[in-house]
């Protein structure tokens, strides 16, 4: 009976070891992110401990998730405040990037939006059974939102497209 007392204290004992060894290890590579700033590279670097450890900790660890987080938030916090010093010092492309980013509502986007008008009314009893398939297939690609500028530019110039604007010119009245 005291034998086997004695495994399972040692055995306890081992996994305490390895908990306390996990605990050190993730409190280290904590440190080493707060000195890195989130870098991750740097904090391996500083703490001699590889990334994946780091990734599986953010899985199976909820309470280093949240540490390794509000990491990420004071980094994000540092940078937006040396983003708004640059504004404040006229730099030109803190400026442009703060709007691009941050006033997209007021126009400053670089995305091309392209807007395609279906025509409203169409005659379809006018149309024969090929053109009338290659409508509805236009149609469906046209509301699926399918069309992106490089395959519009693409069809614009197939015969589909030709015989697109041939059935639109039919339907007219």
Partial sequence: MKHSENTISK???????????????????????????????????????????????????????????????????????????????????????????????RGYDERAEIQINTINKVDLSALNTDELKLYIELQKKIENSKIEEADYEEEKESDNKKQLIKLSVKSLP
């Fill in 11 to 105: 055995n306890n004992n081992i996994i305490k070891a390895k908990d306390l060894k996990h605990k050190i290890r993730k409190k280290q590579f904590i440190e080493a992110l707060k000195t890195s700033l989130g870098v991750i590279t740097q904090a391996e670097k500083i703490s001699g401990i590889h990334r994946e450890e780091h990734y599986k900790w953010i899985k199976e660890d909820e309470n280093y998730l949240k540490q390794y987080n509000e990491i990420r938030n004071i980094t994000d916090d540092f940078v937006e405040s040396k983003l708004y010093q640059l504004v404040n010092e006229l730099n030109p492309t803190a400026i442009i990037f703060y709007c691009k980013t941050r006033m997209k509502s």
